[in-house]
């Protein structure tokens, strides 16, 4: 005779389901809690991640057996990057950030004339709108805010202080997170139980794998992103053409995010348009051309080639994953949404929806 079939969910492993979630939800509140506090901390990670293969090319580049002197040469190398970058645009950034400041206030002060084609809209928004009602009602709700918060011009300015001293913590973190990179990594596996070690290390390489092809790989395609954005805004004309570019490149990091600079675009082409010398939706259709053509490049020639295959991951579960995740982590969730989501997925089809191929 057969033996009695036995129940799977006993109530001991009920008790560890119950458990393990009441300490994942913990775990998360207690981040959403104290994200101010270890915001510069997960950044300064971040960076670190992305400049680990740096220090180690430096490293071979050097031959010196020590971390301390490659992690000090790659972040002067990094410094001395973005210095010149600023160094190179900064002034041609003021110039035309100048121009349209003048545009505006000649504008403002009559020493312009209105372009009649915006005529209709300063006119509707005169009818339907009072702006000393809109200001006087904005200067009531600020004056409320500071008397219920009790705020003073002191208090604001040491908790600018505070703040700024905390970014500025970002930099010790990277420097010390850099030169301890390999003890800290191999020291995350003494936390676990070694009854638990084996399989949660292969979980950790798993996750390390999709963090590598998907942060890494798409440093890249952003990077490449940035430069054609940065070409395709100069080509076109428009203000402050670098830093639209640099803006793009930087959000593309987070998936769909680059189109938010549509925003931006729009309202530099819209002030630059104020001057006469342009029209506004021929020269917000440029862009709009320049985003087709940058994003045809980057989906269909660069991404295929440097992450590989797709994630397997649709649209609507791509957006789906960037509000839950940035609802619960901030912005550190939205960068880490679509690896992780994947690694998820990954897990579900392999133990639970198809068990028996494990």
């Known amino acids: 005779m057969s033996s009695p079939s036995v129940s799977y969910w006993t109530s001991d492993r009920i008790m560890r389901l119950l458990i393990g979630l009441a300490l994942t939800a913990g775990i998360v509140w207690m981040l959403n809690y104290l994200s101010s506090v270890l915001l510069p901390f997960f950044v300064a990670c971040f960076i670190s991640y992305l400049l680990q293969p740096l220090v180690e090319l430096n490293r071979r580049w050097i031959r010196i057996g020590g971390r301390i002197i490659p992690v000090i040469v790659t972040i002067l190398e990094v410094t001395a990057v ?5 160094y190179l645009f900064l002034p041609s950034v003021i110039s035309e950030i100048n121009m349209m400041g003048g545009i505006i206030h000649e504008l ?30 904005m200067n009531l709700q600020h004056v409320e805010t500071l008397i219920s918060r009790g705020t003073s011009l002191l208090a604001e300015s040491l908790d600018i202080l505070l ?18 990179y390999p003890q800290i990594a191999n020291g995350f596996k003494l936390i676990i139980p070694s009854k638990y070690r084996a399989n949660a290390m292969n979980v950790v390489r798993d996750v390390e794998v999709n963090m590598n092809h998907y942060f890494r790989g798409q440093g890249v395609v952003a990077l490449c992103a940035m430069v054609f954005y940065c070409a395709g805004f100069s080509i076109v004309g428009i203000p402050l ?23 931006p675009v729009a309202a530099v082409c819209f002030v630059f348009s104020l001057g006469g010398t342009v029209e506004f939706l021929p020269e917000l259709g440029k862009c709009c051309l320049v985003y087709v053509v940058s994003q045809c490049i980057c989906d269909y020639i660069i ?18 994953s960037l509000s839950v995740w940035g609802y619960l982590l901030g912005i550190i969730g939205m960068i880490i949404a ?6 998820i997925m990954a897990y579900y089809e392999r133990y639970i929806s198809n068990p028996e191929s494990d």
Request: hydrophobic share 50%.
């Open 82 to 86: 973005i210095g010149g970058i600023i």
């Open 108 to 137: 403002s002060s009559g020493k312009r004339p209105i372009p009649h084609t915006y005529k209709v809209i300063i006119d509707f928004i005169n009818d339907y709108f009072n702006p000393d009602n809109l200001e006087q009602l």
């Open 163 to 180: 703040r700024t001293l905390e970014w500025l913590l970002t930099l010790i973190y990277i420097l010390f997170i850099l030169i301890d």
């Open 241 to 263: 053409a670098i830093p639209l570019g640099i803006l793009v490149g930087v959000l593309y990091m987070i998936p769909y995010f680059q189109y938010v600079t549509l925003i």
């Open 303 to 320: 991404t295929p080639h440097v992450m590989g295959k797709e994630m397997g991951l649709n649209p609507a579960v791509i957006l789906l």
């Open 338 to 343: 679509l690896p992780v989501t994947a690694l």
